[in-house]
């Protein structure tokens, strides 16, 4: 059982988070591979065939000899049509994981609403993401002006502050705060059914309200997930360089080596990809368990279900 509707200060926001992948982690992965599964494979189809274009190209000229940038320009020319198809094709899967990506941990926490011992289905979830796709999508594009333009101005003040030393503690608490204020507009604007300002006020009221409780929650998780991606992702990429430079520094480097050099780096992206992807579910689970301890408070549901408790065993 994982109780939604509850009223949590920092620590048990932080204890929480990690908690409800303890208790629902099997069932939350499980259904998440399930909903991007097939995704998954179609990218990372493509982004084989466009890295046999790009990198391929790059590591056999500079296995050959004859690297320069000519040889690159005329090479990417000649296929600029298989490129420019590819890279839509990479565009429109990105885009389409991305609502996927976004929308799962909310519509999974929605689920649980009425009943927190449930396990939902892959049924079910995949019928909730279909029937909000179009505000997803909605909600994606109008971020992409709103929230993009918003960001650029305060990030773009922090970095101005920078030269006078207070602008580096001050992104500390920039990036959380705009990343929270993202997905609890996110969390509002799809549970809540309101509109995109709407959710925006509730979750700035929100961030406001709980300010440090807030802040410090989702910059201490997003430094742990930072921590395990980095140490990750270090591994192949550092197995990835020994073996290029040990064969550069061998002079024996062939063709089918550059070729299995840029299939390696290739795979490399993907782990980051859905290393990444798998670690943002965390940040987007602590945001929904902000959601819901504001809403407890705005709502009381845990004050009403022990009155309804007690009413039962009187009767």
Not at 1 to 19: C, H, Q, S, V, Y
Not at 112 to 117: A, T, Y
Not at 169 to 189: H, R
Not at 307 to 314: E, F, S
Request: hydrophobic share 55%; aromatic share 18%.
């Amino acid at each position: 059982m994982f109780p939604l509707f509850k009223i949590r200060d920092f620590g048990i926001l932080f204890n929480e988070t990690f908690g409800f992948f303890k208790i629902k982690g099997k069932n939350f992965f499980a259904n998440y591979f399930k909903s991007l599964a097939i995704l998954f494979v179609v990218l990372s189809v493509i982004l084989y065939f466009f890295g046999n274009f790009y990198y391929t190209s790059f590591f056999q000229s500079l296995g050959n000899g004859d690297f320069n940038d000519a040889y690159l320009s005329n090479y990417y020319s000649d296929n600029a049509g298989t490129i420019v198809l590819l890279g839509i094709l990479m565009l429109l899967i990105s885009l389409a994981i991305g609502a996927i990506q976004i929308s799962y941990p909310v519509l999974y926490l929605k689920l649980l609403e009425k009943d927190p011992e449930k396990k939902p289905t892959y049924n079910e979830i995949k019928k909730e993401i279909w029937s909000n796709l179009g505000r997803v999508l909605l909600f994606v594009i109008i971020s992409i002006f709103f929230f993009g333009i918003l960001s650029i101005i305060i990030l773009g003040i922090c970095m101005l502050l920078i030269f006078v030393i207070i602008g580096i503690p001050l992104m500390l608490i920039v990036f959380p705060y705009l990343m929270g204020l993202f997905y609890l507009t996110f969390y509002q604007y799809i549970i809540k059914k309101e509109g995109y300002f709407e959710s925006f006020s509730f979750a700035f009221r929100t961030i406001n309200n709980n300010f440090w409780t807030i802040i410090g929650s989702i910059l201490c998780i997003s430094f742990i997930i930072n921590i395990i991606n980095y140490i990750i992702l270090m591994i192949p990429y550092m197995i990835f360089f020994f073996a290029m430079f040990a064969g550069a520094s061998g002079n024996n480097v062939g063709t089918e080596d550059m070729g299995m050099m840029a299939i390696m780096l290739m795979l490399i992206y993907m782990i980051a990809i859905i290393t990444t992807m798998l670690l943002n579910n965390v940040i987007l689970i602590n945001c929904g368990l902000i959601y819901y301890s504001e809403r407890e408070k705005i709502e009381n549901h845990a004050a009403k279900n022990d009155i309804d408790l007690i009413g039962q065993m009187d009767e």
